[in-house]
């Protein structure tokens, strides 16, 4: 008989209680865990892409949401702060249409410096004169609009020039015949009508024929987005007498001197606009915009667009959480015998527990970061595809992946709760 | 050579006056009708009986798998009643080796990773784990096999692996329900070798048996019928089954020349 191997491990003390606390490490527990996993790889996988999709989704959806944003912002930078917009005709409520509103004539260079004069807490004002003109220059045409504005203007809408000067107040005084034409002006004049192929430096010093009128080009603008580069500004005065014979402005701009002075500067200039107008019943003529209130609306609007499309791709994430708890309900009662083993041989209840709970947040935080991935991925191929900005915000990619790895947490806790409650002869039982 | 720690004075399984009720919707199954018992450390019981007379039950009981309807368990003076869940797990893991009567093993994992179990609860680092769960690979004659899963072992292999799964907390009380219940004869006069030999060393083993023969291996007899304890003694011309492995081995070389 061969020598014994095992001897009795533990003295024959009287103890009246066990010594429970001894470890499984998280190793062991996560080691344990993933081999359930790899055991059933496609099923692990269609579980997980619940959670890809939903993680994707988001983290695309508030990319793209902020791509918008950001868009409509650069836009909106270029407009000016603080504005404050005149036009003619009254606009006085909802469902009220005013036949022809905008195009009524009832605001003059007058009523501009009333402003000037009355209204306190504003940094500048100038009236408007929109013309449509044929712009002929360096034998090329091109139909546009010229407008006759006060100097303070080119300040106020934030225009600046990238070759040559802004033209001055001496320029206005006299009634200079000079004006300062925008990149798209440039480009169809003196380059062949792409964005860009016009030469800023060339066009400086040139004659300009707007409507036959012969204008000295001073400066260019430099570009800010869009259709906003369409444009020419000449002196208000010149434009006055020269393109114009109307004594009545397109609209009047003021610029108040601080965000908190809007609400003061717009109620102020519609008394004295009031009195200018001698209007006492309350029948403006006259329409008072506030444009930070526009550029606020635009913004609210596309930050709810964003929530919006996170909230449809949120609500994908839970469903994805729903298909693990579903999975994993599955998969306990699969393994009911397993669990019988494991306790049977002294598996605690935290063991059991925490053996499935990981298994279930390996499975949504793998989901996860392959979600982030892909999410990543089709945010670049849209902007690269739609001409999209799109911004891959990481505070949103950690939300999407915490959540995640909470779904795996919340989905996952009642089944492993369930797995870890059985007893070992009813779950040995169980075939 | 006895193990220094045996306190033979202390019996190591008492159980007093043990019922067992299954309750099948208004169904009362009585499976247990008072069985009264003690076994000392060093014993090697066979329980006996007809089917459904209680012996599995009795052993789910013993091995803190159960717990009793009413009645008094003592394991090595411990009262099991007062135990919670994970206490029992301790015992069960510390204590008690259980060799099941369809091995219940992990099919996913091979021989060695199902003879470690046990020790991973136990929070046994992993060389240790493998170290020990080697020798006990060894001492069961397996060490050929052990990285094959179940699916791919005999009958008698799997048992073998699930004894050795049964020593790797050095357990003092090791329990087999039927352990040769679906074995041929030599297979199981192997497994009762294995058990011989552990015996020896000290370990104390309860084990379940319908076969006399195999009953004639152990020390002391115990017979169930309906419930109840019917008869109880001791083997008087015990079977070594070392030599009875040897006389087959040399019938056979006979009949080979
Ligand atoms: N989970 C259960 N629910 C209800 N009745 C049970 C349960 N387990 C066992 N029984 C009943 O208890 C009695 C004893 O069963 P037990 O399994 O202990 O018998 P056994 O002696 O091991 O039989 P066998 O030799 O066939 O294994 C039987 O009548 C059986 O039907
Ligand atoms: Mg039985």
């Known amino acids: 008989m061969s020598a014994p191997t095992y001897t009795l491990p533990f003295p024959r003390a009287r103890r009246q209680r066990v010594e429970t606390s001894r470890g499984m490490g998280l190793g062991e527990s996560l080691a344990t865990a993933l081999e359930a996993i790899g055991a059933n790889k496609l099923r692990s996988l269609l579980t997980a892409l619940g959670i890809i999709i939903g993680v994707g989704a988001v983290i695309a959806m508030i990319s793209l949401g902020q791509g918008a944003s950001a868009n409509v912002a650069q836009r909106l930078q270029g407009l000016g702060t603080n504005l404050i917009q005149i036009t003619p005709g009254s606009q006085r409520g909802p469902g009220f249409v005013n036949v022809g509103a905008g195009t009524r004539q009832t605001l003059t260079e007058a009523d501009a410096a009333a402003i000037q004069e009355q209204v306190a807490g504003i940094s500048g004002v100038s009236p408007v004169i929109s013309v449509n003109v044929q712009a002929v220059a360096a034998g090329s045409n091109w139909s546009t609009r010229a407008q006759g504005v006060y100097p303070v203007y080119q300040g106020i809408e934030n225009w600046q020039p990238q070759a040559g000067t802004l033209f001055s107040d001496q320029d206005e005084q006299d009634g200079g015949q000079v004006a300062v034409i925008g990149q798209t002006v440039l480009d169809n004049l003196f380059g062949n009508g792409n964005t860009g192929s016009g030469n800023a430096l060339d066009a400086i010093g040139q004659t300009i024929r707007l409507n036959k009128v012969p204008f000295t080009i001073v400066g260019v603008l430099a570009s800010k987005s869009g259709d906003q580069d369409n444009t020419i500004l000449v002196p208000f005065s010149t434009a006055h007498v020269r393109l114009s014979n109307l004594t009545y402005v397109g609209q009047i701009v003021v610029q108040a001197s601080d965000v908190s002075q809007m609400d003061s500067v717009q109620a102020q200039m519609q008394t004295v606009l009031e009195q200018q107008h001698r209007i006492t019943n309350g029948n403006d003529d006259f329409t008072i915009r506030n444009l930070n209130n526009i550029i606020q609306t635009a913004q609210s609007v596309t930050q709810t667009l964003t929530m919006l499309l996170a909230g449809v791709a949120a609500v994908s994430l839970v469903v994805g959480g729903i298909g693990i708890m579903n999975i994993m309900l599955v998969s306990v009662t699969e393994r009911t015998h397993e669990i019988g083993i494991r306790t049977a041989i002294g598996a605690h209840r935290r063991d059991i527990l925490s053996q499935f709970l990981i298994e279930a947040v390996v499975l949504s935080g793998a989901g996860g970061i392959l979600g982030i991935v892909f999410g990543a991925a089709a945010s670049v191929a849209v902007s690269h595809v739609a001409g999209w900005s799109t911004v891959i915000v990481p505070q949103a990619v950690l939300l999407a992946f915490g959540f995640a790895a909470m779904v795996g947490v919340f989905f996952g806790y009642y089944p492993a709760r369930k797995a870890s409650l059985l007893d070992p002869i009813e779950a040995l039982r169980y075939e | ?257």
């Open chain 2, 1 to 257: 050579m006895s193990p220094a720690t045996t306190d033979t004075s202390m019996p190591i399984v008492q159980v007093i006056d043990l019922h067992k009720d299954y309750h099948l919707g208004s169904n009362v199954v009585r499976a247990l009708l008072g069985v009264s018992l003690t076994i000392m450390p060093g014993e090697f019981v066979a329980v006996m009986g007809p089917s459904g007379s209680g012996k599995s039950t009795f052993m789910h009981v013993l091995g803190c798998l159960d717990r009793p309807t009413s009645g008094e368990y003592l394991l090595e003076g411990i009262s099991v009643k007062d135990l919670t869940h994970d206490e029992l797990a301790t015992v069960r893991n510390q204590k008690i080796g259980f060799v099941f009567q369809g091995f219940n093993l992990l099919p996913r994992m091979d021989a060695l990773g199902n003879v470690m179990l046990p020790m991973m609860y136990a929070g046994v680092t992993r060389p240790e784990r493998e170290e020990r769960a080697l020798a006990a690979i060894r001492a069961v004659g397996l060490e050929d096999w052990a990285t094959h899963k179940p699916s791919e072992l005999s009958g008698g292999q799997q048992q073998r692996v699930a004894i050795a799964r049964a020593l790797t907390n050095q357990p003092a009380l090791i329990l087999a329900d039927e352990p040769t219940g679906e074995l041929d004869t030599r297979t199981s006069i192997e497994i009762m070798a294995i058990l011989q030999r552990l015996n020896n060393s000290g370990i104390t083993i309860v084990m379940v048996t319908h076969e006399r023969d195999i009953a004639a291996y152990c020390k002391r007899n115990i017979l169930f019928r309906d419930g109840k304890v019917i008869t109880d003694r001791l083997v008087e011309e015990r079977r070594i089954a070392l030599d009875d492995l040897a006389a087959i081995a040399q019938a056979r070389e006979i009949v080979a020349v």
